[in-house]
């Protein structure tokens, strides 16, 4: 097997083969209609292959940017940044196609050696889209958004305000989704646990300036079926 089988077990040709779309797009910061329709399309493949890896997380990357978007926007963020953040939830599970198939669908407990391979998956992820100009920041604040506020998190254990702002906005529509998702019945009370599961993290996992924000946003919000949500 050659080394880069090694590096990208999951669905290698097809990434390598997309990333490299991407790269050939790469001049510059979209701005014209016509460049970032392009762009979005070669996203949308990427988003399908992340899909593909993780049926149980069918959507996440979508129904994550809708959530961060909210968030992001509520915050003041600019429209540059806006987009960026859009990017980084579209992307942010990309490091799970470098994980061997049994590390990214099955439920059994990992070793540690798995484990560790497993949490590398965001930096994984933001190592494949740095080259990418602009993609740079969508991938820096990828490989920050599984730190914790309280400095416990992965891959390199940033704490609280250290951690980038798109990162620890990317985290709470991240944990919220995946929270209301796993339910079983998708609904206004799934969205009320999920909600109730996110005020216990704040402070710990999350930002928790950030997670009331987002908590006000969501109260006021009647939200879709997790299998039908669309993205900003």
Known sequence: MSRDNQRYPVGRGNMLSILSDLKAL?????????????????????????DRVSPRHQGHGRRTADLAHRLGLALGLSCDELRDLTLAALLHDIGLLTLPPDLVKEHRELSPQEFARYQN???????????????????????????????????????????PLGSRILAVADTFDVYRSHSLSPSASSTATASALLQIVAGAQ???????????????????DPTCSESH
């Open 26 to 50: 790469d001049f510059g910061r979209p701005s014209c209609g016509i460049h970032w329709s392009a762009i979005s399309r070669v996203i949308r493949e990427l988003e399908t292959l992340i």
């Open 121 to 163: 998956h965001p930096r994984a992820g933001a190592e494949l889209l740095e080259p990418i100009s602009f993609l740079k920041r969508p991938a820096l604040w990828i490989a920050h958004h599984h730190e914790r506020w309280d400095g416990c998190g992965y891959p390199y254990g940033l704490r609280g305000e250290f951690i």
């Open 206 to 224: 999350l930002d928790p300036g950030l997670v009331e924000r987002f908590l006000q946003i969501v109260s006021t919000l009647t939200l879709a």
